[in-house]
């Protein structure tokens, strides 16, 4: 499943091909360095499980900029108004 950085760590080249819907009639350049890309990303996530959990969902992300945002006093506060 595509997501998870599992999915994308194992993505295949002609997946992503089918899934832009790629053809002789309908070309796409670079789509072996796109999967490469995406195949990279899946690794990265799957690298970082305190923040995108042992599935790396990207979107753990969410939730930890929230946490942080709510839990890390900030050094300049909230910016006065005149």
Not at 22 to 47: E, F, H, Q, T
């Amino acid at each position: 499943m595509l997501r998870t950085g599992k999915g994308l760590q194992d993505l295949k080249t002609e997946a992503l091909a089918e899934g832009f819907q790629i053809s002789s009639s309908n070309p796409m350049l670079g789509v072996d360095s796109r999967a490469n890309l995406l195949r990279s990303l899946g690794k990265s996530l799957l690298s970082q499980p305190a923040i995108f959990g042992e599935q790396g969902r990207p979107g753990n992300v969410v939730g930890m900029f929230i946490t942080l945002q709510t839990t890390t006093p900030t050094t300049n506060g909230p910016k006065q108004t005149t």
